[in-house]
């Protein structure tokens, strides 16, 4: 039987590996420089807010006005022209991948996270990584 006998440069390579493994991982799983934001989508347009925005956004769709709050840290829609209002019936969105949609009126609202203004975008990164991206 052949007995494995470990050299000092097997240990400095495992040890590197580990180490590679360990930053790699550090840097794909941080969450460093994002927050949490409100995303409104209408028809060709677009509103990003901070969570903790107190806002009220009138999104144009093909049916008409659609009346979108943003207090509290909750989004909701308050109105809309469609004629079976679930989107008002489903009340506030708040955590991180929920979100809402009117469906005939184009609009959908998500909750996210994005970096600040001003970071550099990476090739690929959409910025938000919302439920509905």
Same mark, same amino acid.
């Given at each position: 039987?052949?007995?494995? $006998? ?15 493994? /360990?930053? /790699? &991982? /550090?840097?794909?799983? =941080?969450?460093?420089?994002? @927050? &949490? #934001? ?6 060709? *347009?677009?509103?990003?807010? +901070?969570?903790?925005?107190?806002? %009220? $956004?009138?999104? +144009?769709?093909?049916?008409? *006005? &659609? %009346? ?6 909750? =989004? #909701? $829609? %308050? ?10 019936? =489903?009340?506030?969105?708040? =955590? ?11 609009? %959908? /609202?998500?909750?996210?996270?994005? #970096? +600040?203004?001003?970071?550099?975008? @990476?090739?690929?990164? #959409? ?7």
């Amino acid at each position: 039987m052949h007995k494995t $006998v470990f050299k000092p440069l097997d240990f400095g390579a495992l040890g590197l590996a580990m180490s590679i493994t /360990v930053v /790699v &991982t /550090v840097m794909l799983y =941080a969450q460093r420089g994002t @927050e &949490t #934001r409100i995303l409104i989508t209408g028809e060709g *347009d677009q509103w990003i807010f +901070p969570q903790d925005a107190a806002e %009220l $956004v009138i999104v +144009p769709g093909p049916l008409g *006005d &659609t %009346l979108v709050s943003v207090q509290d840290g909750k =989004a #909701r $829609v %308050l109105s809309s022209p469609c004629t079976n209002q679930t989107c008002v019936a =489903a009340g506030a969105i708040q =955590a991180h991948g929920q979100w809402l949609a009117c469906l005939p009126n184009h609009v %959908l /609202v998500s909750i996210g996270t994005s #970096r +600040p203004e001003g970071a550099a975008d @990476e090739p690929g990164d #959409r910025g938000l990584d919302g439920a509905a991206w």
